[in-house]
């Protein structure tokens, strides 16, 4: 459809000037939002009759999700040889890098498809995924934006670029990959200069990230202070602390991303913020994984921007949402804070990310922006209005399934059924890939 009128439903449309509109509609023309407001006004004033009726539900902009790991999909269930793993180099070392190290080219569509099917299924609408597959690196980004392009969904991709195999391996990938981007721009599709972390790259192949991204005006997304490991190494090799060291070989700025930043000092908090760098907070994966808890309100004290990821662990942003707003509370022992922090990492700084990087405007329903849409389950059992949107979202609306998701106008689920992917065909076709690559694990 390439005009149709969404009505009769609670439309909440964040942005600058957040408003609820009850009993509202949303004109969506050519991939875009062409009007917004009451729905019998809109009904009016465009002559169209409501053909997706959102009664009893309500209408956000799609959910943005600042870093994920489509490729981690084969590790559930999974579980590695010998005994736990007990501190964070050895969850790298005794699973994720040897699951990278097993994924196939076939592999890697199929881990693609089944959290791109979680990511309509939330709601998710737009992804900043960090991939890695050493055994099939070259073309693997290719396979991942097809995957993608049929999911319909919009995705940033990189290839995660690590001495630890081949040194500066995934340099020429990045590189090929905006290539093709330059050559033939999509809506749907962005590139930057993916780094592993900080702690299995040379300043060589630091230099030579730094150029693929300035060569495309583009930034890097890296792993930062996720563990002790990334700045004991720092400190030993090069006398920096990480953030210090990557700062001061370029590797920084508006356009790139610093993810995790949990163990920092003080001096690194006012490097980020100098820099002018964004820093993205995954808040599950750093429990499950015991590192710590990134400083996320000091950094938002300095005027950081601060987005939010998954790292992988799922594609449910509003879950992940209420888990930062606990986790800080926790942290802090002071139920004062993360009420509006929290929230605003997802649904204001995750459109200001996104919006840096694609071509169209996200996070946000207004005339001119782009029709990503979740549309929730979502009946306020009292009342809703702007002034206190945030404890409905947090309380509520975090736990409403989602009906349907709208991207660039386009329905990818209506009804809680996906017309872009078969979940069944997915999910069979990964059991049996699985199968095989925990053999090769």
């Not at 579980?79 to 964070?88: D, I, K, R, V």
């Not at 994924?103 to 991939?131: F, M, Q, W, Y």
């Not at 006012?270 to 994984?289: K, Y």
């Amino acid at each position: 459809m390439d005009r149709y009128l969404i009505g009769n439903g609670i439309v909440v449309t964040l942005g600058e000037q957040n408003q609820v509109i009850h009993d509202g509609a949303v004109l969506v023309e050519r991939g875009a939002v062409a009007d917004v407001g009451p729905t019998a006004e809109l009904v009016r004033r465009h002559g169209l009759p409501v053909s997706l009726d959102a009664r009893g539900k309500t209408v956000l902009p799609g959910f943005i999700c600042a870093h994920h790991h489509l490729y981690s999909t084969m590790a559930r269930g999974f579980a590695p040889p010998g005994p736990p793993a007990y501190t964070f180099g050895e969850i790298l070392e005794r699973l994720w890098w040897r699951l990278d190290r097993a994924l196939s080219r076939e592999d890697v569509r199929a881990s693609a498809l089944v959290p791109l099917i979680d990511c309509i299924k939330n709601g998710t609408t737009t992804i900043l995924d960090h991939h890695a597959s050493p055994a099939c690196r070259d073309g693997s980004l290719d396979v991942i934006a097809e995957a993608v392009l049929e999911s319909g969904i919009r995705a940033s991709l990189c290839y995660e670029v690590s001495d630890r195999n081949v040194p500066g391996a995934g340099v020429e990938e990045n590189d090929r990959f905006l290539r093709r981007l330059a050559a033939a721009p999509s809506p749907f599709l962005h590139g930057m200069v993916g780094i592993h972390a900080s702690f299995t790259v040379s300043d060589e192949t630091l230099a030579k990230c730094r150029a693929v991204a300035e060569r495309h005006g583009v930034g890097c997304h890296i792993h930062v202070a996720e563990g002790v490991e990334d700045h004991q190494d720092s400190l030993a090799k090069y006398g920096f602390r990480t953030v210090e060291r990557l700062v001061k070989r370029g590797i920084g700025g508006e356009r790139s991303l610093f993810i995790h930043c949990i163990n920092i000092d003080e001096r690194e908090l006012e490097l980020i913020r100098e820099s002018g760098t964004t820093v993205v907070h995954n808040p599950e994966s750093n429990m499950n994984n015991a590192v710590g808890v990134s400083p996320v309100l000091e950094l938002l004290g300095k005027g950081v921007l601060v987005g939010l990821g998954t790292d992988g662990m799922a594609s449910d942003m509003p879950a992940q949402m209420r888990c930062a707003y606990l986790l800080h509370r926790l942290a802090k022992r002071d139920p004062r804070v993360a009420f509006v922090e929290a929230p605003t990492l997802l649904l204001w700084n995750n459109a200001t990310i996104a919006n840096r990087f694609f071509p169209v405007r996200l996070g946000v329903i207004a005339k001119g922006a782009a029709a990503d849409l979740a549309i929730l389950d979502y009946q306020p059992p009292t009342r809703l209005g702007a002034e206190n949107f945030l404890g409905h979202f947090i309380f509520g609306m975090v736990d409403a399934p989602v009906d349907t998701t709208i991207v660039g106008g386009r329905v990818l689920m209506q009804n809680k059924r996906l017309t872009t992917l078969d979940e069944e065909k997915v999910a069979a076709l990964t059991r049996g890939l699985a199968a095989e690559m925990w053999k090769r694990f």
